[in-house]
T-cell receptor
Framework: NAGVTQTPKFQVLKTGQSMTLQCAQD?????MYWYRQDPGMGLRLIYY???????DKGEVPNGYNVSRLNKREFSLRLESAAPSQTSVYFC????????????FGPGTRLTVL | GENVEQHPSTLSVQEGDSAVIKCTYS??????FPWYKQELGKRPQLIID?????GEKKDQRIAVTLNKTAKHFSLHITETQPEDSAVYFC????????????FGPGTRLSVLP
C-alpha cells in the first residue's frame, strides 16, 4: 500500500496563477483533509470531506476550492494564487471522521512569487 | 471553537533524560487527543493518542496523560535518544458536527548526545 500520495512535491507559481494539488489514498478511507503548515503555526485545516460526496470548510478556506472526485481522490485548487498562500500543504485521510487516526501524505511545498 | 496551546515551543534535553510537552485545550466537548511527530522535511506521523475515557496510555518509552477537569494533556518521553529529535504536535477533536482536528503550534525537541 502506498498510503496517501500527493502531487506535485514542489511548485512555484506567480501571483494570479492557478493550480490544483492532487491527493489520493489507497486505504479505503472515508474521510479526507487538506491542511496547510506555516512556521510556528502548526497545521491548519483548509477543507475536509467527511465522506464521499461531501465537502466542508475548515479553519482557513478562503482562496481555495476542493473536489472529492471519488472515494480515493481529493483535490485542492488555488484559483488565483497569492503570496500569502506560500506554505506546505498536507493531505490526510482517516477511516472515519470522528476521532480516527489521520494518515498524512508527504506534502507539497508551494511558493507563490 | 477549539483552541489548543502547547508548551514549550522548544525543548533541549540530554540523551537519556526525560522530556515532557504539555497541551491545553478549551472545548470541554473534545474527546480525542493524538500526538504527532514530524521529522525535518517529512510528514507528521501519529505516535500515540488518548481518548477521554482513559487518563493515561503508554507505549514503550512514550506515554500520554489526560486531565479532563483541567483540560490539559501531556506527552512524556523517557530515556530520550537522538532519533527522538523532531517537532511534536498535539491535537484535539470532538464528535460534534463542526468539531475538526485543531493542532497545537508544535514543540521542537532536540536531544543532545
Amino acid at each position: 500500500n502506498a498510503g496517501v500520495t500527493q502531487t506535485p512535491k514542489f511548485q512555484v507559481l506567480k501571483t494570479g496563477q492557478s493550480m490544483t494539488l492532487q491527493c489520493a489514498q489507497d486505504m479505503n478511507h472515508n474521510s479526507m483533509y487538506w491542511y496547510r503548515q506555516d512556521p510556528g503555526m502548526g497545521l491548519r485545516l483548509i477543507y475536509y470531506s467527511a465522506s464521499e460526496g461531501t465537502t466542508d470548510k475548515g479553519e482557513v478556506p478562503n482562496g481555495y476550492n476542493v473536489s472529492r472526485l471519488n472515494k480515493r481522490e481529493f483535490s485542492l485548487r488555488l484559483e488565483s494564487a497569492a503570496p500569502s498562500q506560500t506554505s506546505v500543504y498536507f493531505c490526510a485521510s482517516s477511516e472515519g471522521f470522528h476521532t480516527d487516526t489521520q494518515y498524512f501524505g508527504p506534502g507539497t511545498r508551494l511558493t507563490v512569487l | 471553537g477549539e483552541n489548543v496551546e502547547q508548551h514549550p515551543s522548544t525543548l533541549s534535553v540530554q540523551e537519556g533524560d526525560s522530556a515532557v510537552i504539555k497541551c491545553t485545550y478549551s472545548d470541554s466537548a473534545s474527546n480525542y487527543f493524538p500526538w504527532y511527530k514530524q521529522e525535518l522535511g517529512k510528514r507528521p506521523q501519529l505516535i500515540i493518542d488518548i481518548r477521554s475515557n482513559v487518563g493515561e496510555k503508554k507505549d514503550q518509552r512514550i506515554a500520554v496523560t489526560l486531565n479532563k477537569t483541567a483540560k490539559h494533556f501531556s506527552l512524556h518521553i523517557t530515556e530520550t535518544q537522538p532519533e527522538d529529535s523532531a517537532v511534536y504536535f498535539c491535537a484535539a477533536k470532538g464528535n460534534n458536527y463542526g468539531q475538526n482536528f485543531v493542532f497545537g503550534p508544535g514543540t521542537r525537541l532536540s536531544v543532545l548526545p
